[in-house]
């Protein structure tokens, strides 16, 4: 059996049957793994990949398998993790994994270590923990890695941040910013799948409730669609000026957060950055507000002051509800400890969005294989965007129109004015 740290194996089974249903809404990457298995692009190389172990995961994992990888799957959060999906890709996949829901921060960086110990020569990360262990703990080895790939927005803000610093060891492909995954993953993946997780953890009624969305980047743009379409009231606050003008213009009222605090029932951070709901927020909060986390890290909630304000904590009201009592007696619901909701309390992002996603993974990781390039933060190549779309559109049987002859020829000119 490949070497694993997982839940129990014994929930295989299920757990395979999990991953076939995926399957069934992936025809892109299945389209892959077939051209994969034939080919084998991959034969012989070590994987390292550090993404939430999910469903749409293990077959993103079958897929570089079939490839011809040799792959080590951690987790990348200590809260997304299906241990049915893990026991499965052991037993019936033959994939190394090293993932347990719910699994301490000791365990979480032993399972990026083992990821690490493996020696791969390409990796791949969700978030940049892999790659900033990796810098910080094996310098040694970073000169071995052939590139790197990130799926998500924050860890590519952390990527470039290491780059500009010159900390940057290695070649690593921006995933998140393909078109084929933050058009369509981070605004209908995130904005419908934390409306699952929101809903799963708390059964409210989205009609008619003012929801808060704090940010505006894609996730948050599709996270504030969904909850539009659901009949809520949505208030947006944002830093940036364009995309507070965008989500104006969008119909969305947009204010300060100290000003939509009086309003909120429902209040979701998806910025990417560090304590944007705190201590002046939960103050001036509704009784009953529910506050929730939609960004990569649970920083976005300033958990320690809403610790240190409660006058009383009652944990696990409901699963993955916890109730904080203020002194003038308002009550503040935070779900899932800050984590990620749409991964720690529904299934991430539905398998068709991630079809996209890690096809584009999988694609890129060919690609970079074919030549090293030097240390720095490469976008994905426009080909791979093309050819994803251009079968997507074909599996969900929708045709479009072609330039004709003339049209191409206008397109290239530059002398035919009015
Ligand atoms: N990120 C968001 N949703 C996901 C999913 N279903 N699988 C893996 N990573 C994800």
Not at 160 to 185: C, E
Not at 216 to 244: H, L, Q, S
Not at 259 to 282: C, M, P, S
Not at 329 to 357: C, Q, T, W, Y
Request: aromatic residues 6%; hydrophobic residues 40%.
């Amino acid at each position: 059996m490949v070497k694993h740290d997982v839940k129990d194996l014994k929930l295989a089974p299920k757990g395979k049957k999990r991953i076939e249903w995926a399957e069934t809404s992936m025809p892109v990457l299945r389209e892959i793994r077939k051209r994969f298995e034939k080919e084998k692009p991959l034969a012989g190389k070590k994987m390292s990949a550090c993404l939430h172990v999910t469903a749409e995961t293990a077959n993103l994992a079958r897929t570089l398998k079939a490839g011809g990888a040799d792959l080590v799957l951690v987790a990348s959060n200590p809260l997304s993790t299906q241990d049915d999906v893990t026991a499965s890709l052991v037993t019936d996949y033959g994939i190394s994994v090293f993932a347990i829901t719910g699994e301490d921060h000791k365990t979480y960086y032993d399972h990026i270590r083992a990821a690490l110990k493996h020696d791969p020569v390409v990796t791949m990360d969700d978030g940049a923990d892999l790659v900033s262990t990796l810098h910080q703990e094996y310098p040694e080895k970073c000169n071995q890695i052939f590139a790197s790939m990130e799926e998500t927005t924050t860890g590519v803000i952390r990527l470039r941040a290491m780059h500009k610093d010159g900390a940057l060891q290695l070649p690593v492909y921006a995933v998140n910013d393909a078109t084929t995954k933050y058009l369509f993953d981070n605004r209908y993946g995130t904005g419908q799948s934390t409306v699952d997780g929101i809903i799963r953890a708390t059964d409210i009624l989205l009609a008619g409730s003012t929801v808060v969305v704090a940010g505006y980047g894609w996730c948050g743009r599709g996270f504030a669609t969904r909850c539009k379409g659901m009949g809520a009231n949505v208030i947006v606050t944002e830093v940036d000026p364009i995309k507070a003008m965008e989500a104006a213009m969008d119909g969305f009222r947009v204010m300060p957060m100290l000003e939509a605090t009086q309003y909120g029932d429902l209040f979701v951070t998806i910025t990417g950055d560090i304590n944007v709901l705190r201590k002046e927020h939960f103050e001036n909060m509704k009784d009953g507000a529910i506050v929730a986390n939609s960004g990569h890290f649970n920083v976005e909630i300033d958990i320690d002051s809403l610790q240190e304000l409660a006058v009383e904590k009652h944990a696990q009201v409901r699963p993955l509800v916890d109730e904080y009592i203020l002194p003038n007696g308002n009550k503040i619901f935070l779900l899932a400890e800050g984590r990620l909701i749409n991964l720690a309390a529904a299934e991430g992002h539905p398998a068709s969005v991630m079809d996209m996603s890690f096809a584009t993974q999988a694609l890129t990781t060919e690609f970079a294989l074919k030549q090293k390039q030097p240390a720095g933060v490469y976008m994905v190549p426009r080909e791979i965007e093309d050819y994803i779309s251009t079968l997507k559109l074909k599996t969900m049987g929708i045709e479009i129109d072609e330039l004709t002859e003339e049209q191409k020829e206008y397109l290239s000119s530059w002398e035919m004015g009015t």
